[in-house]
């Protein structure tokens, strides 16, 4: 157990890579006193405190085309994409329940990224469980437009990224000198200024919510002043970054199992490139 904190960035399933890391990690029993993920980074830090190594990408490539699991169908109702109920839901067989008692008594602390729709900034839950900790997924993962805002204990909240996509500052506020974070684009990744029809839809659809709607069309601008400023954090040793080394082509809601799976390869690759440097930076 490291005294240090784990970052995990979303990317929905992009975050295969992250799976990849992050069960290394667990092959080498590797652990962190505070674990903060958004979205699928979210998804994927729950199964590394239940310590269910594979389980992540097992349930991405061998259930990827379960209606009940991904629909895009599910969108045209208001509905998340990715059915989080029927995730966390008790199946058996090779889709490999969640460990709810592992999770519960992890000696890591566990924080999920979302967006609060009513003051338009990040809010963060502390290691929730059982139907809180799927309400707070739910919200972290929640994407506008596409996905209904979740109900959460604080408030109507969306996607975590929109106000905090790499929560590394949050870390660091809260006392961590040491920092490890696993990004599912590449570092030279910047994204594009927001469009002038999503500005709008924006405006349209969250018009009772300006602040949050300001938050929104920003998020690029956040975003690349976080990559930017982990690459100059990285340089001077005070974070450690693990990062996809070439360009990430796997869709965020990728049908192609075989690239689901080698994504998920390149993530174990490149973490146990990663460990000796990482183990350096942490001792």
């Not at 009772?208 to 690459?231: D, K, S």
Request: aromatic share 10%; charged share 20%.
């Amino acid at each position: 157990m490291y005294k240090a904190a784990l970052i995990l960035e979303g990317g929905a399933l992009r975050g295969q890579y992250t799976a990849g890391v992050l069960d290394t990690f667990l092959t080498h029993d590797i652990h962190f006193e505070l674990v903060v993920g958004v979205s699928a980074g979210a998804l994927c830090g729950t199964n590394y405190l239940s310590e269910q190594l594979g389980r992540t990408n097992a349930i991405n490539t061998k259930h990827r085309m379960d209606k009940n699991y991904i629909s895009v169908r599910r969108a045209l109702r208001r509905q998340d994409i990715i059915n989080l109920d029927y995730l966390f839901a008790e199946h058996g067989g090779d889709w490999e329940d969640f460990d709810d008692r592992t999770y519960r008594t992890s000696p890591s602390e566990f924080v999920v990224v979302a967006t609060s729709v009513e003051q338009g900034k990040a809010v963060y839950f502390r290691h929730p469980q059982g139907r809180d900790m799927i309400a707070d997924l739910k919200a972290s993962a929640a994407m506008p437009f596409i996905s209904a805002p979740a109900y959460t204990s604080a408030g109507v909240c969306l996607d975590g990224g929109i106000a905090d996509s790499i929560p590394y500052q949050y870390a660091q506020q809260r006392g961590f000198d040491q920092v490890v974070v696993i990004r599912t684009r590449e570092r030279a990744y910047r994204k594009a200024p927001t469009s002038q029809v999503l500005r709008r839809a924006y405006h349209r659809s969250f018009a009772a919510y300006p602040t949050f709607v300001e938050t929104a069309i920003g998020r690029p601008e956040m975003y690349n002043r976080q990559a930017t400023a982990l690459e100059a954090l990285e340089a001077a040793g005070k974070v450690f970054v693990i990062a996809p080394q070439q360009p990430v082509t796997v869709g965020r809601l990728e049908h192609d199992v075989s690239k689901l799976e080698a994504l998920y390869q390149t993530g174990v690759t490149e973490a146990e490139a990663s460990l000796s440097s990482m183990r350096a930076y942490l001792a």
